[in-house]
């Protein structure tokens, strides 16, 4: 058994979800004279690859603490939606189940491919990654409860669609490109598909169903799409932590893991060593009509 990295890096210019507090990181001795390095960090839970908790909307909800090992590993659908859906669009579970098999109790795993436009990517654009990104409505939020899903990972900033948050009111230009897109495509404002009622809801109607999901997941993810494989979530064993840092990694038979490796030869690399693929980007600026 071999295993596949799935989280982005990590380090002070991973940006957090927009408002919440960055890495800071500072020595408070170093080896000369206290003989050794040691460093203080200052973080939110929502930065870089994280898993959020009940606990972050569900006041009764588990902490961190509280997941089960076999909650945070267990066999998983990764599901690529990068050739259908762009800026501001929205994803439904007829998309996944189009491309994928997903089981009750599964992990889900969302490629949308915004994960090419992270910190740590050549096509990096630190708005796009957050803000712009792709989202579902109830109904897909109503199928992840029919398939009692496990939990949810999506390779960009947050499971919700940007404009069902409070990003809306925080970014008016990108609320106005939205919802012109959204006239345009669905025919209705962004007030009248996403109403007060559905704010937020992959958060506030998920996490009371035990649903949670984990947000900026990246690494070597472009090696598994379309497919079933055992997925995990690390995070601390954090209690009363209402979200947490962790590592996220796919498990993959020897055999399979040599063909990975040399597809991932054939691919680009980050600087950090993760990669790949440009057509991804491609694809979505198509769709986006991206410049």
């Known amino acids: 058994m071999k295993i596949l990295d ?34 203080l960090l200052t973080h939110s839970n929502h930065l870089g690859t994280h898993l959020d908790g009940e606990i972050h909307f569900f006041t009764p909800g588990k902490d961190i603490a509280e ?9 998983a659908a990764v599901v690529d939606l990068s050739d259908v859906c762009g800026n501001y669009d929205v994803y439904t579970s007829e998309m996944v189940e189009e491309r994928v098999e997903v089981k009750e109790g599964d992990i889900l795993v969302i490629h949308t491919g915004f994960h ?23 109904e ?40 012109k897109h959204f006239q345009e495509k669905y025919g209705v404002s962004l007030a009248e598909f996403f ?22 997941l990246g690494g070597d993810i472009d090696l598994i799409l379309n497919r079933r494989v055992t997925v995990g979530f690390f995070p601390w064993r954090f209690v009363d932590g209402e979200s947490s840092i962790g590592r996220c990694v796919a498990f993959v038979e020897d055999g399979e893991y040599e063909k990975l490796v040399a597809r991932k030869a ?3 690399t980050t600087r950090f060593g993760d990669c790949y693929d440009p057509e ?12």
């Open 6 to 39: 799935l989280t982005i890096p990590l380090g002070i210019g991973t940006p957090p979800w927009p408002t919440y507090e960055p890495l800071q990181v500072k020595y408070f001795k170093r080896l000369a004279p206290n003989g050794a390095n040691g460093q």
């Open 67 to 75: 997941l089960e090992m076999d909650f945070l590993v267990h066999d």
């Open 116 to 138: 090419h436009f992270g910190w740590d990517m050549p096509t990096a654009d630190e708005i796009r990654y957050m803000v712009v990104h792709p989202g579902p409505d109830r």
């Open 140 to 179: 897909f939020a109503e199928w992840a409860k029919e398939k009692k899903l496990r939990w949810i990972g999506v390779d960009c900033g947050s499971a919700d669609h940007p404009m069902n948050t409070i990003i809306r009111d925080w970014m008016p230009r990108q609320a106005r490109s939205a919802e």
């Open 195 to 216: 109403t007060d009622d559905k704010y937020q809801l992959m958060h506030i109607e998920m996490f009371p169903h035990g649903i949670i999901h984990a947000e900026c």
């Open 266 to 268: 054939e691919l680009p």
């Open 280 to 291: 991804h980007v491609e694809r979505i600026n198509q769709l986006s009509k991206y410049r």
